[in-house]
Structure formats: C-alpha cells, structure tokens
C-alpha cells in the first residue's frame, strides 16, 4: 500500500508562486511516476504535470513555462512549482503515483490539496 501526502497549497495572489509537495509511503513498486492533476469545480480532473523516475516530464499546455515538476528518487517526493499564477489555475491539486500518470495509468491518489489564486 502507498500513501501520498501532499502540502503546499493555499491562497496566493495573480502572479505568485507557490510550491507543492507529495511524499509516498509505503512500497515504492509502482512508482515508475508520479505527477499532478488538478480538478476546478465544474471540471474534470485533467493532468498538470508528470515525471518518471528516469526524469522525463510531460505537462499541460496550459501550464507549459510557468510550471516545474521535479522528484527525489531518494525520499519519493514529488514537486510542483507554480510560478506566475492566474486564477484559473484555482483548482484542487491532486498528487499521484503509478506506471504511466501521463497518460492516466493511477493506481494512487493523494488526498488533494487546494489551491486558490485571486485576481
């Protein structure tokens, strides 16, 4: 069983940055990736971010240049750096782990961690 934790969300204003962080627990066999998704009310859960442990990322365009991914193999812990925010990035930040997140392929879900941006 694996477990992820996430922290780092909040209130931030248009423009700012914040920084997200998911540490697993637990057996470490399925976590070939890890990555984000983010659901804003309304919405679907659509993927923000990923990485495999090799290092190889893959994000939404809709985040592309403004938004970092990054993991410690050591400490499986994954992270998310969101610099230059906008409001429509408000959304439940949703941490995951399992063969292929990129594409959908999520045996584990963290809780969600909100985060809000103000205009």
């Known amino acids: 069983q694996v477990q992820l934790v996430e922290s780092g969300g909040g209130l931030v204003q248009a423009g700012g940055?914040?920084?997200?962080?998911c540490a697993a627990s637990?057996?470490?066999f399925n976590l070939n990736a890890m990555g984000w998704y983010r659901q804003a009310p309304?919405?679907?859960r659509e993927l923000v971010a990923s990485i495999r442990r090799g290092g190889s990322t893959n994000y939404a365009d809709s985040v592309k240049g403004r938004f970092t991914i990054s993991r410690d193999n050591a400490k499986n812990t994954v992270?998310?750096?969101m610099n230059?925010?906008?409001?429509?990035d408000t959304a439940v930040y949703?941490?995951?782990a399992g063969p292929n997140v990129a594409i959908?392929?999520?045996h584990y879900w963290g809780q969600g961690t909100l985060v809000t941006v103000s205009s």
Request: proline share 4%.
């Open 94 to 96: 949703y941490c995951a």
């Open 26 to 28: 637990g057996s470490a």
């Open 104 to 106: 959908g392929t999520v």
């Open 79 to 81: 992270y998310l750096q």
């Open 42 to 44: 309304g919405k679907q």
């Open 17 to 21: 940055s914040l920084r997200l962080s």
């Open 84 to 88: 230059s925010l906008k409001p429509e």
